[in-house]
Nanobody, 127 residues
Framework: VQLVESGGGLVQAGGSLRLSCAAS????????MAWFRQAPGKEREFVAA????????SYAESAKGRFTISRDNAQSTVYLQMNNLNPEDTAVYYC?????????????????????WGQGTQVTVSS
């Protein structure tokens, strides 16, 4: 399984970015997907997740109202639209694939719930 993120970069505070994560190697549409991020010196933290069929999403408090996760199962791609960015959003952003196919329980936010990870894409927000 391969996950490849793109779309990171340098943006001014208040700006927007759209991250993409292209998946290959297993049936993308069967698995919940998530975005995590890791700032320098900090633990990797949950940002957002989306159900395998796109029918449910969840967000960290820091992302609610500003970020939107979506997916295109035909393109095996998950997206993270980030608006109104601030310097605290500066981090490496990772996409991840859930361990279990066709999961129907509560949306999951633990790193251990996800078994495949991308290499990350850097997002830097200047003040």
């Amino acid at each position: 399984v391969q996950l490849v993120e793109s779309g990171g970069g340098l943006v001014q505070a208040g700006g927007s970015l759209r991250l993409s994560c292209a998946a290959s190697g297993r049936t993308f549409s069967s698995y919940d997907m998530a975005w995590f991020r890791q700032a320098p010196g900090k633990e990797r933290e949950f940002v957002a997740a989306i159900r395998w069929n796109g029918g449910r999403t969840s967000y960290a408090e820091s992302a609610k109202g500003r970020f939107t996760i979506s997916r295109d199962n035909a393109q095996s791609t998950v997206y993270l639209q980030m608006n109104n960015l601030n310097p605290e959003d500066t981090a490496v952003y990772y996409c991840a694939s859930d361990r279990r196919p066709y999961y129907t329980g509560n949306m999951r936010a633990l790193r251990s719930d996800y078994d495949y990870w991308g290499q990350g894409t850097q997002v830097t927000v200047s003040s």
